[in-house]
Protein backbone atom coordinates (compact mmCIF):
# COMPACT_ATOMS: atom_id res chain seq x y z
CA UNK A 1 0.00 0.00 0.00
CA UNK A 2 1.11 3.32 -0.93
CA UNK A 3 -0.06 6.80 0.95
CA UNK A 4 -0.10 9.91 -0.45
CA UNK A 5 -0.15 13.55 0.80
CA UNK A 6 -0.45 16.97 -0.98
CA UNK A 7 0.48 20.06 -0.09
CA UNK A 8 1.46 23.55 -1.05
CA UNK A 9 -1.99 24.90 -2.56
CA UNK A 10 -3.07 28.15 -1.91
CA UNK A 11 -4.53 31.81 -3.49
CA UNK A 12 -2.12 33.09 -5.74
CA UNK A 13 -2.85 36.07 -7.88
CA UNK A 14 -2.82 35.26 -12.04
CA UNK A 15 0.73 34.99 -13.39
CA UNK A 16 1.57 33.40 -10.33
CA UNK A 17 3.94 30.37 -8.85
CA UNK A 18 3.11 27.71 -6.64
CA UNK A 19 4.86 24.53 -6.14
CA UNK A 20 2.96 20.91 -5.17
CA UNK A 21 4.37 18.24 -3.14
CA UNK A 22 2.93 14.82 -2.85
CA UNK A 23 4.98 13.12 -0.49
CA UNK A 24 4.97 9.12 -0.06
CA UNK A 25 5.03 6.41 2.06
CA UNK A 26 4.05 2.82 2.86
CA UNK A 27 5.77 1.26 -0.46
CA UNK A 28 8.73 1.63 -2.60
CA UNK A 29 8.14 4.92 -4.34
CA UNK A 30 10.85 4.32 -6.92
CA UNK A 31 8.67 1.66 -8.30
CA UNK A 32 5.58 4.28 -9.05
CA UNK A 33 4.70 6.41 -12.21
CA UNK A 34 2.93 9.50 -10.43
CA UNK A 35 0.50 11.71 -11.91
CA UNK A 36 -1.12 15.06 -11.06
CA UNK A 37 -4.67 15.27 -11.27
CA UNK A 38 -6.99 18.13 -11.13
CA UNK A 39 -10.70 18.67 -10.75
CA UNK A 40 -12.81 21.73 -11.06
CA UNK A 41 -16.39 22.23 -9.64
CA UNK A 42 -18.46 20.73 -12.16
CA UNK A 43 -15.88 19.27 -14.35
CA UNK A 44 -14.41 15.62 -14.89
CA UNK A 45 -11.33 15.01 -13.44
CA UNK A 46 -8.31 16.14 -15.56
CA UNK A 47 -4.34 14.63 -16.39
CA UNK A 48 -2.16 17.77 -15.65
CA UNK A 49 1.78 15.70 -15.85
CA UNK A 50 2.97 12.57 -15.19
CA UNK A 51 6.41 11.18 -14.90
CA UNK A 52 7.53 7.49 -14.95
CA UNK A 53 8.75 6.09 -11.84
CA UNK A 54 12.55 6.83 -12.70
CA UNK A 55 11.85 10.22 -13.69
CA UNK A 56 13.30 9.88 -17.57
CA UNK A 57 9.65 10.19 -19.00
CA UNK A 58 7.60 12.88 -18.36
CA UNK A 59 4.07 13.69 -20.70
CA UNK A 60 1.83 17.21 -20.20
CA UNK A 61 -1.83 18.38 -20.92
CA UNK A 62 -1.24 20.79 -23.59
CA UNK A 63 -3.12 23.22 -21.26
CA UNK A 64 0.09 23.25 -19.02
CA UNK A 65 2.98 22.94 -21.29
CA UNK A 66 5.51 25.47 -20.74
CA UNK A 67 4.10 26.64 -17.34
CA UNK A 68 3.82 23.15 -15.64
CA UNK A 69 7.01 20.96 -14.56
CA UNK A 70 6.58 17.73 -12.60
CA UNK A 71 9.96 16.20 -11.40
CA UNK A 72 10.38 13.80 -8.61
CA UNK A 73 13.15 12.61 -5.74
CA UNK A 74 13.42 9.38 -5.35
CA UNK A 75 15.40 9.76 -2.24
CA UNK A 76 12.80 11.87 -0.76
CA UNK A 77 9.86 9.74 -1.71
CA UNK A 78 8.50 12.90 -2.72
CA UNK A 79 7.30 14.40 -6.36
CA UNK A 80 6.61 17.72 -7.64
CA UNK A 81 4.59 20.04 -9.86
CA UNK A 82 5.89 23.41 -10.54
CA UNK A 83 3.11 25.85 -11.29
CA UNK A 84 4.36 29.28 -13.35
CA UNK A 85 2.52 31.93 -14.81
CA UNK A 86 -0.99 30.46 -13.19
CA UNK A 87 -4.16 31.50 -14.61
CA UNK A 88 -7.59 31.36 -13.20
CA UNK A 89 -8.79 28.44 -15.45
CA UNK A 90 -6.38 26.76 -13.37
CA UNK A 91 -8.24 26.66 -10.42
CA UNK A 92 -9.49 23.73 -9.05
CA UNK A 93 -8.42 20.73 -6.39
CA UNK A 94 -5.03 19.10 -7.47
CA UNK A 95 -4.48 15.48 -6.54
CA UNK A 96 -1.04 13.71 -6.91
CA UNK A 97 -2.06 9.66 -7.86
CA UNK A 98 0.33 6.83 -8.12
CA UNK A 99 0.19 3.11 -9.91
CA UNK A 100 2.99 0.58 -10.16
CA UNK A 101 5.40 0.18 -13.13
CA UNK A 102 8.78 -0.56 -13.99
CA UNK A 103 8.48 0.82 -17.70
CA UNK A 104 9.96 3.74 -19.00
CA UNK A 105 6.36 5.56 -19.60
CA UNK A 106 3.54 7.12 -17.44
CA UNK A 107 -0.01 7.57 -18.25
CA UNK A 108 -2.11 10.87 -17.58
CA UNK A 109 -5.68 8.86 -17.69
CA UNK A 110 -6.55 8.77 -14.12
CA UNK A 111 -8.04 5.15 -14.72
CA UNK A 112 -4.36 3.82 -14.59
CA UNK A 113 -4.11 4.79 -11.22
CA UNK A 114 -4.48 2.70 -8.08
CA UNK A 115 -3.73 4.83 -5.05
CA UNK A 116 -4.76 8.60 -4.55
CA UNK A 117 -3.95 11.44 -1.94
CA UNK A 118 -6.66 13.63 -0.70
CA UNK A 119 -5.97 16.70 -2.85
CA UNK A 120 -4.92 20.54 -1.94
CA UNK A 121 -7.02 23.23 -3.35
CA UNK A 122 -5.23 26.08 -6.23
CA UNK A 123 -7.57 29.28 -6.63
CA UNK A 124 -5.63 31.66 -9.08
CA UNK A 125 -7.75 35.15 -8.05
CA UNK A 126 -6.93 38.69 -8.01
Known amino acids: QLQLVESGGGLVQPGGSLRLSCAAS????????IGWFRQAPGKDREGVSC????????NDADSVKGRFTISRDNAKNTAYLQMNSLEPSDTAVYYC???????????????????WGQGTQVTVSS
Open 97 to 115: AAYGSSWSLCANDPSSYDY
Open 51 to 58: ISSSGGTT
Open 26 to 33: GSDFDWYA
